[in-house]
């Protein structure tokens, strides 16, 4: 696979592994929250003291011969968690800065393979969706055998352009049943307004929204000496600026990455930058123990 | 405000141009990027927009001004102090100045209703007087070369009652020894750290900077530290000057000249005066322009001494000229030596000169002389010819036939030329004379060659008055000739010889400031018919003006200011009892050697009479006009800060207790150029 070499898939079935911590609530449990549901599951829950009508064979017996008390052994049931993935192609995700391995398409398409990869070990479906629409096919919920290979082939089908202009177009999620968590990747260059509008889509469309904003050091910082001249990947015209714009354009940067934090992070949205000059697993390993706190 | 190096402010506006000259033609080349984050890029631009418009060209204008700075730096400026006196003016710190005040003639021209040399004086005193007790002073007069042995002044007030007293001279001025002798001075390392300065009392001459195109920077004894000043006198005054005669042409008539700079050229002298050696005036003829900033006039009235006088205008000194003769030699005669002792036989080149002369049909007195006949030797063998013919008193020398080779007749001839005569020369055809033709004239030839040469090759204009198509040269023949080996000559007529070949006829060579023109066929008519054909009177006539005009002809007695000169009278005067009275009267002994009286050098222009035996002359002492310092002729740019001469007391006085500027100039450059490297986010 493209995006999905053998040691990812290592690291990241190791990750799946780990023993995870509870958190205090105890609520946590794997990579995401299960919600608890008493039911014929195979994990112990809790006990409740027994009253007329309850079924006789959930009575433990032996806490009965030890307390002389009848008491019910409650089980909870597992239940998987639908996942999306929502990649933005527009074409300012094909930029590489200076020195750069990877554009932040490339980088975004090899995180987002290694998160598939986690929820399909999870055993929860995960699907696929691109940003503009019609930048590419998408690949509906599954996780099944051979899904991952669906999904890298979907990225690799797809090559960035176009601009994106928020996320009107993007087909509305399911009528009732449980709505995904997303996965959304992007480097968010838009208009403040389309993206206050794509955090309102995603609040109402999504169970829970990660935004995890790909950032070049190209774009995130200001390497470029002398006169310079840039033109836009999305957009026509040209600027030209020297190396003394640097601390004006730092700051415009910063700025902008302060509106991305507090637009994505709310209850349902959460926030995550993504340098994309930082190795994958680091970046990754951050994701995850943020998601789990 | 005054100046170290004042052409250095004209490289100011360079200074500040040149940066914007760089930016302008040298751009750096702009990477190309495309980019994702145009909106963050467009919003960091309207952040700095409106301080980003105007940062390179405030960049640029800092680096400009700092290149103009540094320029001015180094311009040296003086900022003017407070004319209080030197000591106190400097705030504990002394001084050493040098005061150089020039005395050559240039400094006699008139200036604001007296002279320079006053003005520079005054000044001098001026400065002199405003010496603090712990200044020290050193006052050099100088012109062509300093005084002798400068010393520091114990008393500044005699210093000043020295320059007052002083007088200009008439040299000619040089900056070089006479700035070499005050850096001397203040080299001495007696007194570290006091300041030390020059002042230069001088108009300036453009001539006196002959031998210092490098500035003082490149004298011996030249620091740094030292302050360099000088007057600078306003505008180019008008002036003209008369220039020494001379004998000139074939009738030696005497030609006198005038000289006049820039400013006079809109209104030149018309007319030269000749005074006669009382002094009085004689009305010349007009002058004529014989080039640019001079002309000429030839007078008629033939005084063998007086002077020519112009002007008057801005230098009166340099108006009059000297001229002294030596009796006898305004004769236009000419001499013909020929082999002898008998009279010259028929067909012989001697023969038909005489004829020619004898006929009436040339203008010219001529002596016949033979070179053949015992001789005695001369009392004085550096003057005559071995035939007794005086050198230097011959108007043109004729040889009809060379005489043979002897030490000294060639030392003789070589004198001749030496003083500027000429000689004409036909070839022997009774014998061999290619020794002669290289001993004396240096022309190289194997000897005699025979074939049948025509004179149909004659050109006109070759020598004036010569016209082939008057004259039927074609029918010159001549059956023998020497012919000359290439170079050292210039060929005046040409032969056709066997097969069209062209063989020289009458050369020209020059010796020595001198001329000689050989006719390399004979005029012995078994070699040569030219005799006997009707072009020769014409021939002769035009080689005689040909010979008179192509030497200066011997000169006057006479020498310039402040050089030797030499006196050779006619009967040598025994080594000793000779004198030369000046013009004021006084009397100077001479000494003779070898028949020649040694005019040592004098110091003051005029007609000077020299005695020696019974034999008296006149001796004429002239300016030096070599260097143009008539010219008045300031420098552009002289190596030194001005100081102008219109209130020069008040402005030396400035110049003295000025703080020298060039450092602060030079923080200040250095200030501008951190500036702009800080806005354009540079390390400085």
Redesign the interface.
Known sequence: MRYLDQETVSRVRARAMRPLRLSASGRAEGFHAARSSHGPGQEFSEYRAYSEGDPVRSIDWKLYARSDRYYLRRFSREESIPFGILADAS?????AGPGAVFS?WEYACRFAMALACLCLYRRDPCGLDFLPRGSGAGVPRGSGAGHLSRLDAAFSSVKPAGRWDGLAGLAPGPAGGKRPSVFFFS?L???RAELEASARELSARAGRCFVLHLL?PG?DGFP?R??????????D?T???A????D??L???A??RALCAGLFSSPRLSYFPVRTDLPLFRNLDRFLSGWLK | MTFGREWVLWLVPAAFLLPAAVRLLIRPPRAEVRFGAMAVLREALADVRAGRRYRPALALLLRCLGAASAAFAFSAPVVDGSPLPLGRAAAGAPSDVVFLLDRSYSMRAAYAGSDRFSLAAETAAAALRSLGPEDRAALILFDREPEVRPSWGRDPEELARRALAASPGWETTAYRPALEAAFALLSDGERPGVRKSVVLLSDGSADGLAGMKEGPGSLKGYDPSFRVAGLDFPGRPANSWALPARRAGSARALEAAVGWNAAASAAPPARLLLCGPGGALLPGPPLRRTGRGSASAVFTADLARGCAAAGPDALKADDRAYYAFPDGGSSAGVTVLHPGPEEPPPGSAAYFIKKLFSSGALPYAAEFRHYGAAVSAPASAGDTMPHGVPVQFAGTLVLAGLPPFSPEAAAALERRFAAGGTVVAFVSSSRPQAAELRSYFGLVSAGPEEGRFSGSGWGEGVIPGLSPSAYDTARVSASALYPLADGGHETLLEFRGPGGRKAPALVGVKRGDGRAYVWTASLDLDWCDLAVKPVFPAFFSSLLELAAAGGSGPGGWGSVVGRPGEVRPRTPAADYGAELIKPSGAAETLRSRQGIIAVPAQAEPGLYRWRAGTETGFYAVNLDHSTRESALEPAASPPWAKIPAASAPENLSSFLGGVQAWSLFMILAALLLSAEAALQGRRP
């Open positions: 074409a300012s995700m094909s930029f932040k480097d260059l838009c208009g070049d774009e470029w002398g006169e310079t001249v840039f033109s836009g990947l999305e957009e015209g600027v030209a600026a190396d003394d714009l640097e004006a354009y700051a415009a940067a700025r902008r």
